[in-house]
């Protein structure tokens, strides 16, 4: 066999993969987002972005990813600093850290349910405490913004770890000797960080926030625990029309909209974080 | 004005002490060469007067300032790193500026400061560029072109010609040379090559087991070892050793040889001399030739003498052949002698 056709043999199996299971599909969710039983339509987007839903929705995603997100940066890149500083025990606050990433999402959800719900802790404490007379109805639709809270509260909770992990494998491939050089041309720790830390980090941190960037626009199962169909989000509106409104096109509409967005934000991480041709390390 | 001073200065890893109370004083504008095997502490001591280690004990100052408690940044100093630590993700311009930011002095004093010392260093064409675009040699420039723009009162260098290859490392170090004593810094640099130590240094420290084993002129280092360690070290072949037997007052027994030698109250000395300061005399050393090795200018032959190797550069045009029976003479005023128990110079 020659031995230039063996790496495109050996990635046959994953591209096949590919195709069958990840394009094809894309391609049925394409298709059905713009069909009728008449032919080709534009009636599903139609049908999606008049719906008094669909702007909320769209508005509510984009937020909660636009808070989301940069609290996890700004929260794992301090994480992150303070592991590769340690010296001893480093692996065992590694783990700590990445305990809530071993949880589905809809785990996390209904942990942060059981204590915001009106009989969950922080009522018992609340009452116990004698701050209330009884247990208040926090995640009422009255009360939109505490489930934005807790929304937040639990993405943070479940998935700044994945940022964090990234940031310190990152983080460990920059040489001492930058650092050193930066400290002794009058560089203090808070310059390093931003002169040294953050331009030469520039890699793991597009890799994070695109991965991250993506999840927080496919939210889900931690807004439907907390929030049911009070707080609409993209992914939970095309769960609705799938099977509770059984309109399957509307459904894919949906879902390309995510996709959409999802791909919007992935070019301007790649575009705004990129690394000057010669630049890398 | 920048003399440094370090006092008593000892550093501790653990249990393994890689220096042990260093004295030394570097005058103001002096070039000062640490030199020593790999693990001699020469690095650890650099490092330390950069700030980027902290001495167990002792002090340093630079300058009539004591600096050991302070960060490199308040030292007054500048650094060329063995890597050259150029950032990869600026320019050559704004790693040349660097230090200048940092102390927020202003664009066109920056602009003026940059672009004189890239001239200097022969890079101007290069200041657009990011390192990863550069050579070794270019990125050396860089490194020690970002020390020079800070104007600083003690440039460090910690091996900055190593990683270059040997004709590029030849013609940088006459560079540093002439770029250094222009810019009136004191300069300590380290190096284990013994060859860049001799050319460039004012005074070289020779170090050994984390300890200045002799700090003088790099010709007193040379001719004059205070220890055994100095004159194995330095010099390439090194010095020749013979042990030397007391046969008188004054008078010493070498491989066979009576030799006029110190007055000293030791039973047994060393004999030491270089391979150069040897010549093909009727009388001297009894030497049977073993290896030939023509360099050009000289040639180097490896002999046994009482059973033991020692080296001799003899002129080229005379002619030797392994086996032959030779005799060497030591010249008189180039013989060294060395007690072999505390084996520094009698």
Known sequence: ???????????????????????????????????????????????????????????????????????????????????????????????????????????????????????????SVLVGLGIVERPVLFLGYQNLWVIFVAVILAEVWRATAIVMVILVSGMGLIPKEYYEAAEVFGAGPWKRFLKVTLPMLRPSLQTALILRTIAAFEVFAVVVALGGTTLPVLMGETFNWQFALNDRNVAAAYALVILAISIASTLFFLRVLRTPKGATI | MAEIVIKDVAKSFGAFTALHSIDLTIADQEFMVLLGASGCGKTTLLRIIAGLETPSQGEVWIGGHRVDRLPPRERGIAMVFQNYAVFPHLTVFENIAFGLRMKKVPQPEIDRRVSRTAELMHIEQLLKRYSGQLSGGQRQRVAVARALTMEPDVILMDEPLSNLDALLRLEMRAELKGVLAASKTTTIYVTHDQVEAMSLADRISVMNGGRIVQAATPVEVYRNPAARFVGSFIGNPPMNFIPAMKVGEGKWQVAGLTLDGPKADQDRLEFAIRPEDVTVTPGGLKATARVVEPLGAHTLVTCDVNGAPFRAVLESDLRVAPGDDLSLAPKSDRVRWFDPETTMAV
């Open chain 1, 1 to 123: 066999m020659p031995q230039r056709a063996l790496p495109y043999l050996l990635l046959l199996p994953a591209t096949l993969f590919l195709l069958v299971f990840f394009l094809y599909p894309f391609l049925q969710i394409a298709i059905l987002a713009f069909s009728s039983p008449e032919g080709f339509t534009l009636k599903p987007f139609q049908t999606m972005t008049t719906h008094w839903k669909f702007g909320t929705t769209l508005w509510n995603t984009i937020l909660l990813t636009a808070i989301i997100v940069p609290i996890q940066l700004v929260m794992a890149l301090a994480m992150a600093t303070i592991v590769t500083k340690l010296k001893t025990g480093r692996n065992a606050i590694l783990y700590i850290f990445t305990i809530p990433l071993g949880l589905s999402d809809l785990a996390a959800g209904i942990i942060w349910l059981a204590i915001f719900e009106q009989s969950g802790f922080l009522n």
